[in-house]
């Protein structure tokens, strides 16, 4: 089950960040050893280009190219103009490294080859993988891979919750895009989005096994302005979470399965949330996940916010086992207190052309609070039928006040009083 928490990673970033520039870089002392790496300046090529080959970096998979990929960073980052960060084709092994801000100039980030990243976790010292923190106009593209390689730790603790490194976090950055690129196997999230904005996530693939523990695709929280497009996602845990925060945030084109679906929250969780506003999630297909479209909140909610105006329209499902569903009394693992708070309004929700076949009966879930019932929303051309023999399609609803229309009989549970 994912964690819900994004201010956590900003503190584990910084403490890494720390560690990072208040190490000193060796001197360079004379030997008849081998020649040392070029200067950042000779291994720029045409446009300000930093490949991190010519720095020293070896493509084995084995040698450790941190210090070259944040030598090269650091070059790129502060010239002004457009300079580009080169990971060419072939392996390369790294631990945590931070690509810190401001910037002199725009920064693209072109990934070809592989990135593993290494398994020795006391690294992370509680952070994560790769760290991007207030950059400005960032691209990062290519046709390459960041492999988190966690099928070497998830065995070791299938139920850990946290100290596994994210893959990639943009903290702060605003303007920015990442395209074509692949992420795979995550120790934890595969990517984290958190206080940035107008970022667009464009054509990336993003796998791990179905069984993979809290490895959700992309999660976003305090965050404006997010698009992602063209994804396919297949992970252990929510293929696409929206957290907290969250506003003008757009998902379209995307393919999920396995995973859980694409959910706005956990919500309600922790003091400092703010409201979520404006989510569309548009033109997808989730395939024999575990959730469809998922709003949830949890029961005994510590903090007064709203998700409102969320759509969920033109989206096709394939065998999920719980195609649309509201959960205002999400409660993972029994955590949760027994008396219910009723914090979270859940309001203004549009479910449109939603169609295809649910794996369980019950295609539509809308579990709202009885203290706080869900309101204003829409059932708009839902044709989500059981695909088994053993039951009948139906949609149950418990306190979701709205209105269906040109929508499955069965599946027409809201109120309108």
Known sequence: MALCNDATWLVFILVAMCAVSGAKRPVAKESAGP?????????????????????????DGKTDCSKELEEAWKSACGAAGQHTVVIPKGEFLCGPVNFSGPCEGDVTIQIDGTLLATNDLPKYGGGSWINILKVDNLVITGSGTLDGQGSNVWTKDPQAKAGYPNTLVLDYVKNGSVSGITLLNSKFFHMNIYMSSDVKIDNVTITAPGDSPNTDGIHIGDSSNIHVTGATIGTGDDCISIGGGSASITVTGVTCGPGQGISVGCLGRYKDEKDVSDVTVKDCVLR???NGVRIKTYVDAVKSITASNLTFENIKMED??????????????????????????????IFRNITGTSSTPEAVSLLCSEKQPCSGVELIDVNVEYSGKNNKTMGVCTNAKGIAKDTLQALACVSDV
């Open 320 to 349: 999920v086992a719980n195609p649309i569903i509201i959960d205002q009394n999400y409660c993972p693992e029994k955590i949760c207190t027994a008396k219910s708070k009723s914090a979270v309004t859940v309001k203004d929700i």
């Open 288 to 290: 024999s996940s575990t």
């Open 35 to 59: 020649a040392p790496a070029p200067a950042p300046e000779e291994a720029s090529g045409d446009g300000g280009t930093f490949d991190i080959t010519k720095l020293g970096a070896a493509s």
